[in-house]
């Protein structure tokens, strides 16, 4: 009996003593484990956070002056996609907004505040051209006026009508512009593209024109 007992204390023992270095061993190796991952992440280069480019307003490819207005205005795609015009980020006119047509599209806007005036779209294959010019001769000094072609611009304009849009073409070009009712110089906003079948991008008309740019607040 008392061989059997001491057998016995002998096997607790050594199990205690197996259960001890086991876990000695657990314990080291997550210590080692451990300060390796620190060593590691110290030298870790540092995560790089993706950054979103900047937004300039309407989409400019950078920032006007605090001074400035900004505008972006884009022709209309043959006769599928309608011009759109914008203006401090807010878009004026466009085929989402359905304030376009054919012809020649007008957006007016105050010089002083930036506060849109008015919009409107004129047919100048079907339409009445007496309309654009009494709406022409209407615009008050001081007011910002963008204008976008869409589809055929040109077939119904007189002399009249194209002295009051001074250099506009002629049949089915594109053209985009942005002035101002009472300046002494020419607009330096102006692109125009004419209708040649030679050249056009489109079965019939040219490609389309994109013109950005800032546009000094009037103060006086």
Not at 20 to 25: G, I, M, N, S, Y
Not at 69 to 95: E, H, R, W, Y
Not at 105 to 120: C, P, Q, S, V
Not at 136 to 163: C, H, Q, W, Y
Request: hydrophobic share 40%; with cysteine.
């Amino acid at each position: 009996m008392m061989r059997a007992g001491g057998l016995l204390k002998l096997a607790v023992l050594v199990s205690i003593l197996f259960l001890a270095v086991f876990l000695a061993f657990e314990l080291l190796e997550s210590r080692v484990n451990f300060n390796l991952g620190k060593v590691l992440a110290r030298y870790a280069p540092a995560e790089t956070v993706p950054t979103r480019p900047p937004h300039h307003k309407c989409g400019l490819s950078k920032s006007c002056p605090e001074d400035h207005f900004v505008f972006k205005i884009t022709s209309g795609a043959a006769s599928v996609v309608g011009p759109k015009m914008c203006f401090q980020d807010n878009v004026l006119m466009s085929g989402v907004k359905n304030n376009v047509g054919r012809g020649i599209n007008i957006a007016l806007i105050n010089g002083k505040t930036g506060e849109l005036i008015r919009t409107d779209s004129f047919d100048m294959w079907s339409g009445d051209v007496n309309q654009l010019i009494k709406f022409l001769k209407e615009i008050e000094d001081g007011s910002i006026v963008m204008m976008a072609t869409f589809d055929d611009p040109a077939t119904k304009l007189n002399d009249e009508a194209r002295n009051l849009i001074d250099g506009f073409g002629g049949l089915r070009d594109n053209w985009v512009f942005v002035g101002g009712k009472g300046i002494k110089t020419k607009s330096p906003f102006e692109q125009h593209i004419k209708n040649n079948a030679e050249t056009n991008k489109y079965e019939g008309w040219p490609e389309v024109l994109e013109m950005e740019g800032c546009i000094p607040i009037k103060h006086q």
